[in-house]
């Protein structure tokens, strides 16, 4: 494949996930949400906290010089990520919008944490595509300044997700 496909292809999976987030969120919803997609956030929580683990200690594998692992540790990291994606687009098609309480002091503080990890999450889906396509393909010069930015981004983007989650988790309706 030609980078210039590699990039179109990384750009529409972008726009993709992208719309679909904001077309989930926009959609009427059931007034019945499944039973099982009642653990999604905790699942992503967890998907989420495991991902930090799997990141900081990729980090601390390449800086080892341990490269079989830290490619082991950021696809088992990538998989995970995708499954919390499937696991996010499953209970937004269904679950209502849980909004954290107007009359809460600490709202501020977790809107200001949800709103950088929104931004942050789909900055971050394009630059860990290209560093991952960078990485397998073996062009280290190009994935090293790439993961530069990724891998601090992503490991903000997996923090704030389970700090999101315990936040909001004790307002679920369920």
Do not use: Q
Request: net charge positive; hydrophobic share 50%.
């Amino acid at each position: 494949m030609t980078d210039k496909l590699v990039f179109r292809i990384i750009f529409g999976v972008t726009i993709a996930v992208v719309g679909l987030v904001i077309i989930l969120n926009l959609m009427p919803k059931p007034d019945v949400m499944p039973d099982i997609l009642k653990h999604c956030p905790m699942l992503n929580a967890m998907l989420n906290g495991t991902c930090t683990v799997l990141l900081v200690s990729s980090y601390f594998a390449i800086r080892n010089k341990k490269i079989k692992l830290h490619r082991t540790l950021n696809i088992t990291a990538f998989t995970l990520s995708a499954i919390f994606l499937l696991s996010y687009v499953a209970y937004h098609a269904f679950g209502k919008e849980t909004l954290f309480p107007k009359d809460n002091p600490m709202r501020p503080v977790y809107l200001t944490i949800l709103i950088s990890h929104i931004i942050l999450a789909a900055l971050v889906l394009p630059l860990v595509l290209l560093t991952f396509y960078r990485g397998l393909s073996n062009d280290i010069v190009k994935h090293r300044k790439i993961a530069r930015w990724a891998m601090p981004i992503w490991l903000y983007v997996t923090t704030t997700g389970v700090v999101v989650y315990l936040m909001i988790s004790p307002y679920y309706p369920f």
